[in-house]
């Protein structure tokens, strides 16, 4: 054996690489070098409990009486009994538990067990959480430890959510990220809307914020702004913060790279995601996504939005999604790329309702601006005479990039830049 593998260092980087589960298995039973190494990559992520259970003797689990299809704890195991649970039990980074229809794999009592008998956590060495709650109240407090970076909580009731919550803001300021999500019409969160805010108001600690599906306050929008480790924010604009992004106090969201805005104010159109990236100081941002969910836009929104754009040199992707139809105006000149010129990074830009007419000369000077583009995807005059595109099943009146024969065609040219 090649001494660099008594280096325990590069055992478990080659190990960390291994893509397969099986091919982790082989390492660990067929090589001593990587034993301990392969083990510790199979046990730092869990898809569901099961695996763990299975260390304790088949004659203490049984099937629950109150839980359809769950399994139970039958007698609380001695501390000899809980040796090998607990030695795979330090192992474990990363846990995501599943809730069907039938409910949880362990009912309350099996639960109440592993509480009673790991007072300092479950999964001591736990990191990341995702934890799907089918309803009643919740048994994943025991597993919310310190330790946790990152932690996701799908469903459940409001009283599981409130208690989820508390939990979070007493026991781990040091969250990372914390993010909910709900697989119903009904989201316990829209009238726990204060109990959500002031957990995040907590959380000094956020490089991420997904927030896709939750209103919130003015004074969380302050308080993200100033935290100097976000780096992924996603919120929604509704009527009920339309005034969120015109506060003096904003404090400019210095580190945010990834930005998502979900548009949904009739009244005021695109001009709240304008007043949003107006907040940004940094100009840090490489990725954004703007989804637009109102009927119809207006032509200085649209023009206000590419200037504030055109701030950002580092930008590399620009997605802008919607049905919406924009007032007054058929088609633009491909003039209004102009303030985007300098975005030399850009490699892709989509933007399905901006209606564009390119000339050879002016797509000639967009694809010598942008030299990485890959990808470029708006609106263009489709009733000018001339062959369908070229690319089965692409809709007619929209531009890639890759269609080059069509705009040739319709002398209308895109060149790859160099």
């Known amino acids: 054996m090649h001494p660099c593998l008594h280096i325990d260092e590069i055992t478990r980087s080659i190990a960390s690489h291994v893509e397969h589960r099986h091919t982790l298995v082989h390492l660990a039973l067929v090589c001593r070098a990587f034993a301990e190494p392969a083990t510790d990559e199979l046990w730092s992520h869990l898809d569901g409990l099961k695996p763990l259970l299975m260390c304790l003797h088949s004659n203490l689990l049984g099937k629950s009486d109150t839980v359809y299809n769950a399994l139970t704890i039958l007698v609380p195991p001695t501390q000899d009994e809980w040796s090998r649970f607990r030695h795979y039990a330090r192992k474990v980074k990363s846990l995501e538990t599943h809730a069907t229809y039938g409910g949880r794999l362990l009912d309350d009592a099996g639960y109440a067990i592993l509480a009673e008998h790991h007072p300092d956590g479950v999964l001591p060495n736990l990191r990341h959480l995702k934890w799907h709650e089918w309803g009643g109240e919740t048994p994943a407090l025991p597993f919310m430890r310190p330790t946790l970076s990152t932690l996701a909580f799908v469903g459940g009731t409001v009283e599981a959510l ?21 697989d119903s019409w009904f989201s316990p969160i829209d009238i726990l809307i204060n109990d959500f805010s002031d957990t995040i108001l907590a959380l000094h600690h956020l490089t991420s914020f997904p927030n896709t599906s939750a209103f919130i306050r003015p004074d969380v929008v302050l308080h993200l702004s100033r935290l100097s480790h976000l780096t992924s924010l996603a919120v929604i604009l509704e009527n009920r913060n339309r005034d969120l992004w015109t506060q003096p106090l904003v404090g400019g969201f210095p580190a945010l790279t990834h930005l998502t805005l979900t548009v949904l104010t009739k009244e005021e159109g695109l001009l709240p995601g304008v007043q949003m990236l107006q907040t940004l100081s940094g100009l840090a ?18 023009t206000s939005l590419i200037s ?56 000639q000077q967009l694809s010598a601006a942008w030299p990485q583009l890959k990808e470029f995807y708006v609106c263009t005059p489709s009733d000018e005479p001339g062959p369908p595109p070229p690319v089965p099943g692409h809709r007619p009146g929209y531009m890639r990039l890759e269609d080059l024969l069509w705009l040739a065609q319709r002398s209308t040219r895109l060149e790859p830049g160099p």
């Open 162 to 182: 409130r208690a989820v919550m508390a939990h979070i803001r007493d026991n781990l300021p040091q969250l990372e990220e914390f993010t909910y999500s709900h």
């Open 285 to 302: 941002l490489t990725n954004i996504k703007i989804k637009v969910s109102i009927r119809s836009v207006a032509i200085d929104h649209c």
């Open 308 to 363: 504030e754009l055109g701030r950002f040199r580092r930008l590399q992707e620009c997605d802008i999604w919607g049905s919406s139809t924009i007032d007054d105006v058929e088609y633009f000149d491909a003039s209004v790329f102009g303030p985007l010129h300098p975005l030399a990074d850009i490699r892709t830009f989509t933007w399905p309702f901006l209606p564009v007419a390119f000339t050879q000369e002016s797509a």
